[in-house]
């Protein structure tokens, strides 16, 4: 035979020249839940090996990141149902302890690149990222709200604003605001096509954030749909986003390359609480082997066209990296 393709595998040194996807640390954003606790670190059950941390811990924890080569971090607020109400007003407070805590990272290491997250509902009452009005998710009185938060959020030191609510508008509402106000180098990494999945289930135990009635279907995409992406896509590119999110990554690899082929923006991918939580629990059933798995599942996240994941499994690639 003159064409033997196993001549391109026969060795890794090999392998390493002609591979064609390669994903590094400095292309994964960590998320980390913080409470207004000064010292916490509280396992969540459904998600082994993450925790709502204190600041002390939120503090320690982005600094062993660091030594690592992870720099970049999405943070999400573990908010208590006191501090809720049906306006979300405690997300733009002056005591708000989610604002405290990125004013202190960005004070004490100044070079990580800080993501926010933009929604209602770790703040409201009804536990829906829009305002509830007469039992409907509205969207236009919910804009102002958001934009508020996220004026608050550039204000507290984030460099990225990571809108995940779904609403129409709002990223030209908040580009706008963040321009009016002098922050018009903060950047808007936008939930573009973030579908209604199964997949959050962990994730809305880490927050206590579920939707006290409905669900969420109005607002958040129909997981069947694609063509809708990228009108999703086109706007919020016209309005002025900085780049795209795919939400969740796994399920959806063919929305992830449907938008890299028709956006010239980085196209970021989130690898959600209920993807990290079933590899964890086939893995400690003996199923699956952990490490190869979770770099597998990275790695196809990455070649479907992702720029940037969002991935819980952040951390423990880094380590693999460092070895």
């Not at 004490?108 to 009804?126: G, H, N, Q, R, T």
């Not at 795919?246 to 959600?272: F, G, M, Q, R, T």
Request: glycine share 8%.
């Amino acid at each position: 035979m003159r064409i033997r393709p196993r001549r391109n595998r026969q060795s890794e040194g090999i392998r390493g020249l002609v591979r064609e996807t390669r994903l590094g640390v400095d292309q994964l954003i960590y998320p980390l839940f913080i409470t207004g606790n000064a010292s916490a670190k509280n396992a969540i059950k459904s998600l082994p090996g993450q925790f709502q941390l204190g600041r002390k811990e939120l503090l320690e924890e982005v600094e062993s990141s660091l030594k690592l080569g992870l720099g970049s971090f999405v943070l999400f607020p573990a908010v208590p149902e006191s501090k809720k109400d049906s306006v979300a007003s405690y997300s733009y407070a002056d005591d708000n302890f989610y604002l405290e805590a990125a004013r202190e990272l960005k004070e004490k290491f100044p070079e990580i690149v800080l993501m926010s997250d933009v929604a209602m509902d770790p703040y409201s009452s009804d536990g829906h990222d829009g305002l509830v009005e007469d039992g409907e998710i509205v969207n236009d009185n919910t804009l102002p709200i958001l934009s508020r938060m996220a004026v608050a959020q550039a204000q507290a030191g984030f460099d990225l604003i990571g809108p995940s609510d779904m609403m129409d508008g709002r990223v030209g509402h908040i580009r706008r605001e963040l321009d009016h106000v002098g922050y018009p180098n903060t950047g808007i990494l936008a939930y573009t096509a973030k579908y209604a999945s199964a997949f959050y289930g962990p994730f809305r135990d880490a927050l206590e954030s579920a939707p006290k009635g409905g669900d969420k279907k109005t607002y958040q995409m129909d997981p069947a749909n694609s063509n809708e992406a990228l009108r999703e896509a086109f706007l919020d590119e016209e309005e002025g986003a900085d780049m795209l999110m795919v939400k969740p990554a796994l399920c959806y690899l063919d929305i992830i390359k449907l938008l890299k082929d028709h956006s010239n923006l980085p196209i970021a991918a989130y690898n959600v609480s209920g993807e990290y939580a079933m590899l964890k629990a086939a893995a400690a059933n003996g199923w699956l082997d952990e490490e190869a798995a979770m770099h597998e599942m990275l790695l196809s996240i990455r070649r479907s066209g992702a720029d940037i994941i969002l991935t819980y499994f952040a951390k423990d690639y880094a380590k693999i990296l460092s070895r």
